[in-house]
């Protein structure tokens, strides 16, 4: 029985994290729940989107699925996921991106996976205005947050029988801070000459993608760069709808797909489950559970190849939970 933390979130999150519980608790793993409330929702009952609690649970239980929280824009609370992420010190931000057949997409073959920097760089969040007419925000890279990044990059790879590890980073411009990614992770690199390694720019690596994603296979970035490349990856497999995520630490993790919270479509039943079933997938072969995440992910993968049983977004007319049913019912 493993005690699980789970974050419905705003919006949609609800109803895509209990359609992702009920096809989990069909696989057959036993799971206690540890349902706690975060995000918008609970700014007025508790003062805050992220209440000491809902921390205190996720410290306990180890590992969390968390549905999709709104972060304000401009003002307010910054992000309750970088400050889950620096509390909890989730330093990998792991994100696949691959295609799966009968989700429109101009591609057939990729599958990446981009391993983000999760604590430093600009998302740091040490900003401060000079003046009334100036901002300034700091870049914050060291070694040994970029050494544990790289590390997790290669063992991953090596993990998942990955051939190659691609750097990325803007260090023609950005000597200092992205001069010292590059060259950490070069040092990295040679302690795993069984694995391919090599370096892009970003900006060549985003042309690169799109024009040929099949040349790559593991991604690493600082954090900036990986919250943009992520999505860019999501978009070339079908969109945000089926891109889960992970955020690793060394003492626990927290799940989530890489999706918003979509309050324009929240209790209509219409939300795509898909990037949080996926997600808990991931979270079931972190605890070990490889049997009943292969299980799943085969199940998603026949009923979205069927194109009878999918949501809207997909081409389909089901609701999220009628969604969640069929792919239950796939179970092999």
Avoid at 70 to 76: L, R
Avoid at 78 to 107: D, F, H, M, W
Avoid at 130 to 149: L, P, V, W
Wanted: proline share 4%; glycine share 10%; with cysteine.
């Amino acid at each position: 029985m493993y005690n699980i933390t789970l974050i419905p979130g705003d919006g949609i999150g609800p109803e895509v994290i209990f359609a992702a519980k009920k096809v989990i608790e069909a696989s057959g793993v036993a799971i206690n729940w540890d349902v706690q409330e975060a995000g918008g929702g609970v700014i007025e009952k508790y003062g805050t989107p992220l209440p000491q609690h809902v921390l205190d649970s996720i410290k306990k239980n180890k590992v969390a699925l968390k549905g999709p929280i709104t972060t304000p824009v401009g003002t307010g609370f910054r992000s309750v996921n970088v400050e889950l992420r620096k509390q909890l010190n989730l330093y990998a931000n792991l994100r696949p991106a691959k295609t799966y057949k009968g989700i429109a997409s101009r591609y057939d073959n990729v599958d990446l996976i981009i391993v983000r920097e999760n604590t430093e760089d600009l998302y740091a969040g040490i900003e401060h205005m000079i003046g009334e007419d100036a901002a300034e925000s700091i870049k914050i890279i060291t070694r040994k947050a970029t050494e544990r990044i790289a590390r997790y990059a290669f063992e991953h790879a090596r993990k998942e029988g990955r051939k190659k590890v691609t750097a990325v980073h803007k260090a023609n411009i950005m000597k200092c801070t992205d001069g010292l990614f590059l060259n950490v992770v070069r040092r990295v690199a040679e302690e795993y000459p069984d694995i391919q390694f090599e370096d892009r720019i970003v900006d060549a690596m985003c042309m690169n993608l799109v024009i040929s994603p099949e040349k790559y296979d593991v991604l690493v970035l600082p954090n900036l760069y990986g919250d943009i490349v992520s999505d860019l990856c999501a978009g070339l497999v079908g969109g945000l709808g089926i891109a889960p995520g992970a955020n690793i630490g060394e003492d626990g993790a927290v799940f989530e797909a890489i999706h918003g919270s979509a309050p324009d479509i929240a209790g209509q039943n219409i939300a795509n489950p898909t990037a949080t079933l996926l997600s808990g997938v991931m979270m079931l072969r972190y605890l070990g559970e490889m049997a009943a995440a292969d299980r799943i992910e085969k199940a998603v993968m026949k009923v979205i190849a069927e194109g009878k049983y999918i949501t809207r977004d997909l081409g389909g007319s089901m609701g999220t939970s009628e969604y969640a049913d069929a792919i239950i019912a796939a179970f092999e």
